[in-house]
């Protein structure tokens, strides 16, 4: 992980320290390790770690309450435990040692810090937070390191009251299929939870190739996963995110080449899958991508708002979650902070849900069981909310990150990682079900299926708009497949809907979800669109009246502007309002209701501007029934307004 300006300020801290206590008075009166400890320091100031260590290493075999050459020797070896793991043990261990041989010794004060933060790292709060108290007893002058210090011991107190209240947590393995290779991570889905894509490498060293895999249902259990061999190279591809519908696809490139140029230390790159197939893909751009590390990508369902996590300048912290919009034109906007969510610490893998409104991510920088914990925020009102831990055991003292959680809000996926020091020797792929509490406020469901020609039953490429009534508004737009027409779009609980498919040449098609008051649920319907000829009808779905009346209400404007729309687009085309109810009361009261109502929608698109010769509006009464009047729903079905190509 990279180290943010305090961890590199703290570092070279400890460099000067070890060089002063080389011109110190030395715990030892052994001639020999004294000098081994000196020759040591022309290696050290030169910066060669390994050839410093070996002679500190004999000046403590000489003498090993040496505590100046185990101080200097736990610097040495925190500074190379970046790039070796078993250097991780060995400073800890003559850290320790140096406490243990002078406990409470003020030019020691610095190994107390670094103890305090290995205890936390490992989950022993009660011994952290005495660490830190010695620490700050040692150091009374305020610097970076006692504000983090105070903040360990906040942290602990939190730890150690959240896990007397644990959340509800039983992970599972996902499925052996899935978790074949060394190293799998990352994973994300499809919102029909039928496709899963990650991240995966066949060993757990950095020499071993980093590719994405994909995964499908079949009978309810996970195939075999594939390397998806348009977008893999020999390179590293990976940590990526995937559209609602699975059609747009983002991932992160680090090692540039000729067909895929880099702008920085890793960018962002977006394919498109076309009848199955996945496209060429493509740098997302300077707006997107800059000269530092970019990378951990989440898309929202539609495919047009992007979070990343970037170490870019101007940001509040080390690593920042960013964001950009893509616009109409197809372009993606200028990354903005997410300052209202970022510390001045780290921010790591942004999960937005397919709702738009619940982030997920990870941080060390709010109060936290210890290393990245993961939290949620909900956009409310204009605003980000304050984010909340996910808790305990869901959180503990190690790194978690890479959170996916389904349109339901019910279960969640993540790679389960064991590790040794600084090397992880597995990750795995688990799942778990979200406790009630920390689900996304707002669920989705969705609607999928296939788009068709009426008459010739040619699959169609289309856009789909689907407007929240409540206020005339878009809240998402897909296209269907240009090759194979599938779509699905996602739909939030909580509001009602209309949604639009729509090509040139073809009258539109709509339909009607109402989740305002009750949960939704998943829908598979195909679509078929009539060609603008005579005689071709459509069914108004989100023309809307009180029982019994004419009056248009408020929410019919969606649907109605849609007509002006189309009738605006086709200014030689002529077409029938017609009215139609069910067979509740008397054949003549019926059908002036169904006059009254086409009437109605007649009269609104005149007001706007078309002229009437264009116009026909009839009322059919209940004599056109679609299907039988047999029960409620039959009945709601045939009361309609339909729209009819004169």
Same mark, same amino acid.
């Given at each position: 992980m990279k180290l943010s300006i305090h961890q590199i300020y703290w570092l070279l801290f400890l460099q000067i320290i070890s060089l002063q206590l080389f011109a110190q008075d030395l715990h030892t009166t052994s001639k020999k390790a004294i000098r081994y400890y000196e020759d040591s320091k022309e290696f050290y100031q030169k910066g060669d770690l390994v050839k410093s260590a070996e002679l500190l290493l004999k000046a403590i075999e000489i003498d090993n309450n040496f505590v100046e050459a185990h101080f200097v020797l736990g610097n040495a070896f925190k500074l190379l435990s970046k790039d070796s793991p078993n250097a991780a043990e060995k400073y800890e261990y003559h850290y320790r040692k140096c406490l243990e041989i002078a406990p409470r010794d003020r030019k020691l004060a610095p190994v107390y810090f670094e103890v305090a933060q290995l205890d936390f790292q490992k989950g022993d709060y009660k011994e952290a937070k005495e660490k830190c108290n010695i620490f700050l007893s040692l150091t009374p002058v305020n610097s970076s390191q006692t504000i983090l210090a105070?903040? @360990?011991?906040?942290?602990?107190?939190? +730890?150690e009251k =959240?896990?007397?209240?644990?959340?509800?947590?039983?992970?599972?393995?996902?499925?052996? @299929? /899935?978790?074949?290779?060394?190293?799998?991570?990352?994973?994300?889905?499809? +919102?029909?939870?039928?496709?899963? @894509?990650?991240? +995966?490498?066949?060993g757990n060293d950095r020499k071993s190739d980093e590719d994405m895999y994909v995964s499908k249902k079949e009978h309810d259990e996970w195939t075999k996963p594939e390397n998806i061999k348009e977008l893999n190279t020999e390179f590293n591809e990976g940590t990526c995110t995937i559209s609602a519908d699975g059609k747009v696809l983002i991932f992160t490139v680090c090692e540039g080449s000729e067909k895929r140029k880099v702008f920085g230390s890793c960018d962002l790159f977006v394919s498109y899958n076309v009848g199955g197939k996945w496209q060429e893909p493509q740098n997302m751009g300077p707006n997107v991508n800059s000269r530092y590390w970019d990378t951990q990508p989440s898309l929202s369902a539609d495919g047009r708002t992007l979070y990343f996590i970037s170490e870019r300048p101007g940001g509040l912290g080390g690593y920042d979650i960013w964001r950009s919009r893509r616009g109409e034109d197809g372009i993606w906007g200028r990354a903005e902070n997410l300052r209202a969510v970022n510390t001045r610490f780290n921010e790591l893998a942004p999960f937005i849900h397919v709702n738009g409104t619940t982030l997920f991510f990870s941080s060390d920088g709010y109060q936290n069981y210890g290393g990245y914990d993961l939290f949620r925020?909900?956009?409310? &009102? =204009?605003?980000?909310?304050?984010p909340a831990n996910l808790g305990y055991p869901i959180n503990d003292y190690r790194n978690q990150m890479g959170l996916f959680i389904t349109a339901d809000g019910?279960?969640?996926? $993540?790679?389960?990682?064991?590790t040794k020091g600084n090397l992880i020797l597995s990750s795995k792929i688990y799942s778990f079900e979200v406790p009630e509490e920390m689900r996304p406020t707002v669920a989705s469901n969705y609607v999928k299926g296939t788009v068709y020609d009426a008459k010739t039953k040619q699959k169609l490429e289309a856009k789909i708009d689907l407007f929240n009534l409540a206020n005339d508004s878009i809240e998402s737009t897909v296209k269907s497949d240009a090759q194979n027409g599938d779509y699905l779009i996602v739909l939030n609980k909580g509001s009602e809907y209309a949604l639009y498919v729509n090509k040139e040449g073809y009258l539109f098609q709509s339909l009607s979800f109402n989740y305002s008051e009750k949960d939704g649920k998943d829908v598979i319907i195909d679509i078929y669109l009539e060609p603008i000829v005579s005689g071709s009808k459509i069914t108004l779905n989100n023309i809307f009246f009180e029982t019994a009346k004419w009056d248009l209400q408020e929410k019919s404007k969606t649907e109605l502007n849609r007509i002006l729309k189309f009738m605006k687009e086709n200014p030689a085309v002529k077409i029938e309002i017609s009215g139609h109810t069910d067979d509740v009361g008397s054949d003549a009261a019926n059908l002036d209701l169904s006059k009254k109502r086409a009437q109605s929608v007649v009269d609104? #698109?005149?007001? +706007? =501007? /078309? &002229?009437?010769?264009? #116009?026909?509006?009839? =009322? $059919?009464?209940?004599?056109?029934?679609?299907i039988p009047n047999t029960s409620d729903e039959n009945r709601a079905m045939n009361r309609r307004i339909e729209f009819k190509i004169l």
């Open positions: 105070r903040k @360990i011991i906040a942290n602990c107190e939190y +730890a =959240g896990m007397q209240n644990p959340v509800n947590f039983k992970p599972k393995e996902v499925s052996p @299929i /899935i978790n074949s290779y060394k190293l799998q991570y990352f994973p994300v889905l499809s +919102a029909d939870q039928q496709m899963m @894509i990650f991240t +995966a490498r066949k925020t909900e956009f409310k &009102n =204009g605003r980000w909310q304050p019910r279960t969640a996926y $993540y790679s389960h990682e064991e609104y #698109l005149t007001k +706007a =501007g /078309i &002229n009437a010769s264009r #116009l026909l509006s009839k =009322g $059919y009464g209940e004599t056109q029934p679609l």
